[in-house]
Structures are given as C-alpha cells and as structure tokens.
C-alpha cells in the first residue's frame, strides 16, 4: 500500500514538473522567434541567449522525471533481447542500481555547485541573474529522478521474485 502511495505520488509529481518543462520549452519558442523578429528590425532582445540557456536547462531537467518513468531514455536491446525474462529482469535491476548511484552523485555534486555559486555570488553575464537557482532546481529534479528509480528498481526486484 505504502510502495502504491509512493508511485502515485511521484506520477503527480512528475506531471507537474512535465507541464513545467513543457512551459519553459513553449518560452523557449516564443522568445526565440522575438528575437529573430526583433533582429530583422534591428531591436533584438537583451539577454534572450541566457534566458533561452536558462529555460533549455529547465525543460532538460523537468523532463528527467517522466522519462524514466516511461522508460524513454535511449537502450541498446540487441543483447537483451536474447535473454530469457529472468536474465532481463536481472540485467534491468543492475542497470537501474548503477543509474541511481550515478544520479546520486550527480544529485549531491550539483547541490553542492549551488551552494558554491551562491556563496561566491555568480551571476549570468548579461541579465545578472543568480545562476544558483538554475543548478539548485537541476539537483531538486535530479532527486525526483532518483525517487523514480527506486521506485523502478522496487518494481523490477518484485518482477524478478516472481519470476
């Protein structure tokens, strides 16, 4: 019950951030095509590079979430298709394991890069903007997906004693 709790919570949570990151491609466009017209008319916009820089980080990483749970990330199955279902459980579960050490690294290296940036008060070159806030949100969706993937490797250990 409590497992079920768990990954419906990170279903919503994962939608939201989605929606988040769908929000931030859409801005994307938009200041990207006001630019160009902009441009055209020799009145580009200031700091549209680093606002789109800043908004492509945060629809790369809104997005981190729900891939995983939708198993969109790129695998090569040429090897594991040749597998029986046991062996592909158990290839899924050691694959899942290295990913969430490598995103709880990952995870925990860019809060502390945050926390560096804003103790040295680093901010983007035009605009000004505190560039801290942009790693901290990467780390927070960076936890969100190392949830997701416990919850997968929960999942994929129950198929695996069931088989």
Not at 50 to 79: C, D, R, Y
Not at 114 to 123: D, H, P, T, Y
Request: hydrophobic residues 55%; charged residues 15%; positive net charge.
């Amino acid at each position: 019950m409590a497992i079920q709790s768990f990954e419906k919570l990170l279903l919503i949570l994962s939608d939201k951030l989605k929606i988040v990151g769908a929000a931030a491609l859409f801005g994307m466009a938009l200041l990207t095509g006001a630019d160009v017209i902009g441009r055209l008319f020799k009145f580009p916009i200031f700091g549209s590079i680093e606002l789109v820089s800043f908004m492509g980080v945060i629809a790369v990483a809104m997005a981190l979430p729900v891939t995983q749970l939708n198993k969109g990330h790129i695998g090569v199955e040429l090897f594991v298709d040749k597998l029986p279902r046991k062996g592909r459980l158990f290839f899924e579960l050691c694959t899942e394991t290295v990913t969430l050490a490598l995103f709880v690294v990952i995870t925990w290296r860019m809060f502390l890069f945050s926390f560096k940036l804003r103790a040295s008060g680093e901010v983007s070159m035009n605009l000004h903007l505190p560039e801290y806030g942009i790693v901290f949100v990467l780390a927070c969706c960076c936890v969100v997906l190392c949830l997701v993937i416990v919850s997968s490797i929960i999942q994929t250990f129950t198929k695996l004693k069931k088989t």
